[in-house]
């Protein structure tokens, strides 16, 4: 009788312990259903379908942090070439340099000024002097906030009679604004920006 007694309470701790077991592995099971659950709702939270020509594609949203180098570079890339792109047009250069001051502080607005009281301007159109700029890359400095940058750029002076190369180089600090608008799409904005070298550096004819 006392062996009997004995098995049954043996079995009941297998019971026991066979319950508790599937307890732990039910509420693992829930942990992972419900985490499974959260990552398909963030996931399909992070998906866009655009319609394109008629067609449904699809587009995956990706945090700021990702492509902060990306669009870093593009608005400093934008204000260079609206600042220095200029045609022998005043009104043309007051359209694209406004473009440029958008998406930066004071400091462009006083280097426009003082290129304006120079007689810079004048000079272009005068001249009929087409000018171009093209960004060859930008240094960025990621471990500081604001966000320091060194622009390298080719810059062409075209008249009739010839064109003049000269090598850019400006520098500057890019701070977050949180809020992006019609005039300036990343929400960025240039600080404290300066022309560190604009130097003549070959000349060639156009003459035949």
């Known amino acids: 009788m006392f062996q009997h007694f004995k098995n049954i309470d043996t079995a009941f701790k297998h019971i026991k312990l066979f ?3 599937l307890i732990i592995a039910n509420i693992a099971t829930m942990c992972f259903c419900i985490y499974k659950s959260f990552d398909i709702v ?3 939270q992070n998906r866009v379908h ?4 008629g067609k449904v594609l699809e587009a995956i949203a ?3 942090k990702t492509n902060l180098p990306v669009e870093l570079r593009d ?10 792109t200029l045609v022998p047009d005043d009104k043309q250069i007051d359209a694209t340099v406004t473009k440029a001051l958008y998406l930066a502080d004071g400091s ?3 280097a426009y000024d003082n290129l304006r009281e120079a007689g810079y301007y004048n000079n272009l159109v005068s001249g009929n002097i087409n000018q171009q700029v093209q960004v060859d890359s930008i240094r960025l400095d990621l471990d500081a906030y604001p966000y320091g940058f060194t622009c390298y750029a080719t810059e062409k ?3 009739a009679t010839s ?16 809020t992006e608008t019609d005039n300036n799409p990343h929400g960025f904005l240039i600080q404290g920006w300066e022309i560190l070298q604009n130097n003549d550096e070959q000349v060639k004819s156009n003459q035949p």
């Open 108 to 110: 462009a607005k006083t």
């Open 163 to 178: 064109t003049v190369t000269r090598k850019l180089v400006t520098q500057g600090k890019v701070s977050d604004l949180k």
């Open 50 to 53: 655009i319609l394109y020509n």
């Open 42 to 44: 963030n996931q399909a």
């Open 157 to 159: 002076l075209i008249r």
């Open 62 to 64: 990706t945090d700021r």
């Open 19 to 21: 319950s508790y077991l």
């Open 75 to 84: 608005h400093i890339k934008t204000f260079h070439e609206d600042f220095f």
